[in-house]
């Protein structure tokens, strides 16, 4: 049974889930009250609602890994309790994939550097958190790769993000301007551009017509 | 025994017969990784692809013969590239005091085995 | 007098070793290898094509780069430092939009470099003509044009509006 199957049916129980033996992850427990997740530790330290979207991501791609629920267990210290409901959360992601699956082509690159387009956020509840902690690095500009180790998640997830908010208007690519302009530059190119004309249709200057 | 499995059990033969190296990357000449025990196969890939290109057409234009191998030589280490067939490309991520000599003989053997494979 | 280059990339297939073979006025020097995926013809740039067009006494490098992304890094090293970047994309393969427009955001937010992109392949509809694909990469219309990369009268045209637009832009600055 995948994590993906198991999710869903401990998802309205009230408990702790823990999951280990993974590989890419430390041992991750989620703490669940009335299909409500309100805490998830990773390796020991509490994660916030961006991050916990993520883990659960990768927890329901994961190909092997091991469990154990603990009912009525609860989260002894979790100052700032997530309230994301398990159901909505696992449909989101289910969905989430399969067009991030398809998306894959269209990712921008790593390094391109986006800028928010203005100060309202995405109406689509599952660009909402990334948009909280992103959009003040986004409003001078920053690429994937930077908001991925900013935000601590991986580098195709920022790269998905980025691709959807770019779609619904609310990012864009950044054309970066020289610092200096380049000066002197006219004169130049009215020489390049004489000179091509005049060796590519034998023309003499001030003759072309478009 | 599969192409693959062939081509794999190659790649720990150098790793056995030279230990020293960080790393071993078996790619394509336009720049695919085939076998590899990197964590950054992709690029290290394309960039052998784009030296042994670079180098070929080098050596070929300035008249020095065949390419045996282009280097790249930082303070912390090595990065060298052989040809391995036509089609094939062998790189090597070696520490800064390794044995240069050492390393070509094998790799241009283990080039060639990997040259009747490609 | 120091030599100015001119970079042409975009998409694989898109026909920029074509565009600067049908240029250049010295034979091409190019750094291909066997094409290991089906890309549509046997060989594909890995690091570089270089050729040559003087223009009075000036010399003008065309350097042409490969279409793939896993050789960004030969992007970079070529655009840095560039006089311009004329991007090609294929009208009839709607499908090397994405990837174009991918290249395009990325290299435009490194390099504050002049850019044209020329589109080839206009003799077949049904076809994306300079109107679509400006609006699809979103640049102004004047900054995307047509072409016939083996017509060296066509094959000239995004050089000389890349020229033309950097004109314009310096008189309306001054």
């Known amino acids: 049974m995948s994590l993906g199957d198991l999710l869903p049916l401990l998802a309205t129980q009230d408990g702790a889930l823990e999951i280990f033996n993974l590989e890419r992850h430390a041992r991750v427990t989620l703490y669940i009250s009335k299909g409500t997740l309100y805490c998830l530790n990773v390796g020991g330290r509490l994660v916030d609602a961006l991050q916990a979207r993520s883990v659960v991501g990768e927890l329901m791609n994961a190909r092997r890994g091991s469990f154990e629920f603990l009912p009525g267990a609860r989260a002894h210290r979790c100052e700032e309790p997530l309230s994301m409901r398990m159901d909505r959360l696992l449909v989101a992601l289910t969905s989430t994939q399969d067009e991030f699956a398809m998306a894959r082509e269209h990712l921008p690159h790593p390094d391109t550097v986006f800028r928010a387009t203005g100060e309202d956020g995405p109406e689509d509840g599952r660009l909402r958190d990334f948009w909280e902690r992103a959009h003040g690095l986004l409003a001078s500009g920053a690429s994937a790769r930077g908001l991925a180790g900013e935000l601590g998640m991986p580098l195709d997830h920022a790269r998905f993000y980025l691709y959807k908010l770019r779609q619904a208007g609310n990012v864009e690519p950044v054309r970066i301007r020289a610092t200096r302009p380049a000066g002197g530059r006219s004169q130049l190119a009215s020489r390049l551009l004489n000179s091509l004309k005049r060796r590519f249709f034998g023309q003499r200057e001030g003759a072309w017509n478009p | ?118 | 007098m120091e030599p100015l280059k001119v970079i042409i990339t975009g998409p694989v297939g898109a026909g920029k070793s074509t565009l600067i073979r049908t240029l250049s006025e010295t034979e091409v020097v190019d750094t291909d290898a066997a094409a290991s995926e089906d890309i549509g013809k046997a060989m594909t740039t890995v690091a570089m094509d270089y050729g040559t067009l003087h223009l009075g006494d000036q010399l003008l490098y065309l350097f042409g780069t490969p279409g793939q992304e896993r050789f960004d890094f030969m992007w970079d090293v070529l655009t840095e430092g560039a006089l311009g970047m004329l991007m090609l994309v294929r009208g009839d393969r709607p499908e090397d939009l994405g990837p174009a427009r991918r290249m395009l955001d990325y290299l435009l937010s490194q390099h504050p470099v002049p850019h044209v992109v020329g589109v080839t392949r206009q003799d077949r509809p049904p076809v994306w003509g300079p109107e679509e694909v400006a609006l699809f990469l979103g640049l102004p219309k004047e900054r995307v044009v047509g072409l016939n990369a083996t017509d060296p009268k066509s094959a000239v045209q995004p050089l000389m509006r890349l020229l033309e637009l950097m004109l314009a832009e310096e008189e309306s600055r001054s």
């Open chain 2, 1 to 118: 025994m599969s192409k693959q499995e062939q081509l794999q059990s190659i790649l720990k033969a150098i790793k056995q017969a030279l230990p020293e190296l960080r790393s071993v990357v078996v790619a394509s000449t336009d720049g695919l990784p085939i076998v590899h025990d990197s964590a950054d196969a992709p690029r290290v890939a394309a960039m052998a692809a784009t030296a042994l290109g670079l180098g070929k057409r080098i050596s070929q234009t300035t008249d020095l013969g065949p390419l045996q191998e282009t280097i790249v030589r930082g303070n912390d280490g090595y990065f060298v590239v052989y040809a391995a067939g036509d089609k094939g490309v062998l790189a090597l991520a070696a520490p800064a005091d390794a044995n240069l000599g050492l390393i070509h003989l094998e790799a241009r053997d283990f080039a060639a085995r990997l040259a009747q494979l490609l």
